[in-house]
């Protein structure tokens, strides 16, 4: 079944009835730029995630989680005038925001794609591609694992900076104290479950280490 990225739509001529239609809420009219706030971070099971044995050092690991800033006037503050948008993340910046530039996307490319649709050209990032589901109809399709090991490799090569042991402390308080407003429901089987898997990811929170020392291991040449 072929998949439908921004290359394959820039590099066609075609008629208007012919390109996808990605939907009024698919994609982006504007470009944007992924931005990471240092306070925030998530502790994922690389297991369950499908990364190799060989690529971790061990089971949980925390990864920044990003945002996309999006590059429309009057948001994000944004203004119509010229440098409207280097001034505003440039305020990102000073509160201490990382902005990730777009070249620093996988294996060195962009990380926004460019489709040419039914609506006009819209912006998506890599990992998402469109398969067809019907005639001039598509469909996301997200590669998580890519996107994980892509945030996995910007705290690796240093354009996220790792995160203070507070900022990690913080993130497990929330769980515990989401933990303890479902203590009084712990009665019921559901709560129970609920309960159980949230002490399984407050014990991996705290086992967890930050991407950047989780080491490429090679294996040794026989």
Known sequence: MPVFTGETYDTRQQRADQLPDLGADEGSPDPFTFISSPGSWECLDLETAGIPEED????WEWVPRVKKFHHRPGVNGISARAGGLGRALGEYREKGWTVIDPEHGPDGRSYVQ?????????????????????????????????????????????VVKTPPPE????????????????????????????????????EGMRQGNVASAAKRRTRSAK
């Open 56 to 59: 971790r050092a061990g089971r």
């Open 114 to 158: 460019r489709i040419r649709t039914r609506r006009g050209f819209r912006f998506a990032d890599v990992w998402t591609s469109y398969v067809p589901v019907g005639i001039g109809r598509v469909a996301p399709r997200f590669d998580d694992l890519g996107f994980l090991q892509w945030r996995r490799e910007l705290v690796r090569s240093g």
């Open 167 to 202: 900022v990690l402390e913080g993130a497990v308080e929330l769980v515990q104290r989401e933990i303890s407003r479902l203590e009084a429901r712990a009665h019921l089987p559901h709560i129970q479950e609920r309960i159980a898997g949230l002490l399984s990811k407050v």
